[in-house]
């Protein structure tokens, strides 16, 4: 594709491209040249740059500039390039570094990703083996790509990459809390946790011999700070997001479509989805309220068991059905204490004692109650898979199993 092509092209998809710089005098002007031949809508962010980038700013036609007084961090020129792209009516936003990394020649791979799968995000994937990689960015890479993995259970080349091409009405929905490097790794997450499309395209990567390589990223504090990051957003992917989304999914198939998916035709073993059961039912019968789907998930992930089938058995404590569980278990556990439940005396009012008894006796019963549930579901599913079941073939490929 000609680059008048690729102009018409950035036209008619409403694209501009953002470039947020931070004190990259002796790149600056080349790089905005080279983008100029694919587009004339350019943001530059300079972020509080104290060195000739004003300057250089000053002196270059047909762009637009946002000015930050103070050096506030990457992820807020960027949020800023956002917010202005958007304001003007832009739908996509291409971001590029200003230090020669990138090369803008490789800009018409975005817009022909963006153009077949439209409201996409695009990210550009580097080649991150060939010489002259630092070993500290190979790690870096790495380490990205798996705890990537874990918050989306998603798996793409490359997560650190700032040549993106973003969509910005789905931008504008989330409320983002990082303002430095590591935006780039909350964006990319909360926009797969979005469901919106990633999709990686190859491109070229460079990097300038160490005495010539000028580098804000501050190898301790900013790692620091996208470990931090990382690990809150693993949290709330396995204590949320991802549980969420499995109940999502469960609740548009049928119970005979589940069956078949996720049991039927999974390549778990009979042992294995019947301790997912197992696990499940006994997490259904405790009294964790609002926190069941969350714990079985969570368990499940932990004990490698079928997710699926573990969160769906632990809806067993859904409203038609529970009031029945709370009143085993109540007399479960009076059962098991020794106490009477046929009567309860309320002359006396509801006293502390009287609410400690009850609750004791409760807990005690809905601990009891999930282990016989556990029993008796996890073995009553075991034999009918021998039963009924065939046995999965081993390497065989579908959908269902246990998903990561």
């Not at 792209?85 to 996509?92: H, V």
């Not at 550009?124 to 874990?150: C, D, L, T, Y």
């Not at 990223?217 to 991802?242: E, H, I």
């Not at 039912?281 to 789907?293: E, H, L, N, R, S």
Request: proline content about 4%; hydrophobic content about 45%.
């Amino acid at each position: 594709m000609s680059a008048s092509e690729t102009r018409q092209k950035f036209s008619d998809l409403k694209c501009c491209v953002i470039v947020p710089t931070y004190n990259n005098d002796r790149t600056l002007e080349e790089i905005i040249g080279r983008v100029q031949e694919f587009t004339g809508d350019i943001l530059v962010v300079n972020d509080g740059s104290t060195d000739r980038t004003a300057e250089i700013l000053d002196g270059i036609r047909g762009i637009r500039v946002i000015t930050v007084a103070k050096n506030t961090g990457k992820g807020n020129a960027l949020r800023l390039g956002f917010k202005k792209a958007a304001e003007m009516g832009f739908r996509y936003a291409v971001t590029l570094d200003s230090d020669g990394q990138h090369y803008p020649e490789d800009l018409p791979l975005f817009i022909d990703a963006v153009e077949k799968e439209p409201g996409s995000l695009i990210i550009g994937a580097r080649n991150m083996e060939q010489e002259g990689i630092p070993g500290s960015s190979h790690f870096g890479h790495k380490f990205s790509i798996f705890w990537f993995r874990v918050e989306t259970g998603l798996r793409i080349p490359d997560v650190q990459s700032g040549f993106r091409l973003y969509p910005l009405e789905d931008m504008s929905e989330i409320r983002f809390h990082t303002r430095k490097f590591e935006f780039e790794v909350e964006v990319l997450v909360r926009l797969a946790w979005r469901n919106v499309n990633i999709i990686p395209v190859p491109v070229r990567v460079y990097y300038a011999p160490r005495e010539e390589r000028v580098s804000h990223f501050r190898k301790f504090t900013d790692f620091a700070r996208v470990s931090a990051v990382n690990t809150l957003l693993v949290l709330m992917a396995l204590l949320w997001v991802r549980p969420f989304l499995f109940a999502k999914g469960l609740k548009k198939k049928s119970i005979r479509g589940f069956i078949r998916e996720y049991i039927i035709n999974s390549t778990d073993s009979n042992t294995r989805l019947a301790w997912s059961v197992a696990v499940g039912t006994f997490i259904g019968a405790t009294p964790f309220w609002g926190w069941q789907m969350v714990i079985a998930f969570s368990t499940a992930h932990f004990l490698k068991l079928n997710k699926f089938v573990t969160v769906a058995a632990a809806n067993i404590s859904i409203p038609p059905i529970l009031p029945l569980i709370l009143l085993l278990s109540y007399i479960t556990g009076g059962w098991v204490l020794g106490l009477s439940t046929a009567h309860v005396n309320y002359s006396a009012g509801i006293t502390l004692h009287w609410v400690k008894q009850n609750l004791v006796q409760y807990l005690v019963g809905s601990v009891v109650l999930g282990i016989i549930f556990a029993v008796v579901f996890g073995f009553t599913t075991l034999i009918l898979l021998d039963l009924f079941r065939k046995k999965p073939v081993p390497g065989e490929k579908n959908g269902s199993g246990s998903p990561d």
